[in-house]
């Protein structure tokens, strides 16, 4: 028992680790050390490595279930992101960041750069940290909080948003899968692109 537990927690380790790769191939990029086609070969081969593990890490069968499951999850959190807007300025070092970077980037690097960070934040969080935990509503607030943890908020705003974000993603993975939930964060994350262009 002891010896499996071991192996999970360097497994999730060294996932945690691996998420750095993405940051890493654009920071080399916006250092003039890699061209524009050596980062976006490198991002398709993180991608491709990426796919590979959450393959390897679940078992994807479409159902509607899954649909209804992905329309009530978005739903809920844009209402709750919309609403704690409202309420709340909405402020994190993450997102401070990610909106230097995008001004930076050549767009499909960018879209590149939060694909991989959604498959790999999914890998990480609702496939490997989820699994550490014995009781599903254990695995669902832990990886929600390191989830906004991970996020950096700077306000209330931001704490609500991203722990709600990580909700979201956590009872899509519950009620689903992991697909699911990389799912869900794929599309969560191109509607958040698809706003800054409006």
Not at 31 to 52: F, P, R
């Amino acid at each position: 028992m002891k010896t499996y537990l071991d192996a999970r927690i360097w497994k999730f380790i060294g996932l945690y680790l691996y998420q750095y790769v993405n940051t890493i191939l654009v920071s080399l990029y916006l250092g003039d050390q890699l061209s524009l086609w050596e980062v976006l070969v490198c991002q398709l081969l993180y991608l491709t490595s990426l796919t590979w593990l959450l393959k390897k890490s679940s078992r994807y069968k479409f159902d509607q279930s899954r649909l209804v499951w992905l329309v009530t999850c978005l739903g809920s959190m844009f209402l709750m992101s919309v609403l704690v807007g409202i309420l709340w300025p909405v402020t994190s070092a993450n997102q401070t960041s990610l909106i230097s970077v995008q001004s930076q980037l050549p767009l499909m690097v960018f879209i590149l750069f939060l694909t991989n960070a959604s498959l790999v934040e999914e890998l990480v969080y609702r496939g490997y940290l989820w699994s550490l935990f014995p009781k599903p509503y254990q695995a669902l607030l832990v990886t929600s909080l390191v989830f906004a943890l991970a996020h950096q908020p700077d306000s209330l705003g931001g704490w609500l948003v991203y722990g709600s974000l990580g909700l979201g993603l956590g009872v899509m993975r519950q009620q689903t899968d992991l697909v699911g939930a990389t799912m869900l964060h794929l599309v969560w994350n191109g509607l958040v692109l698809l706003t800054t262009f409006l």
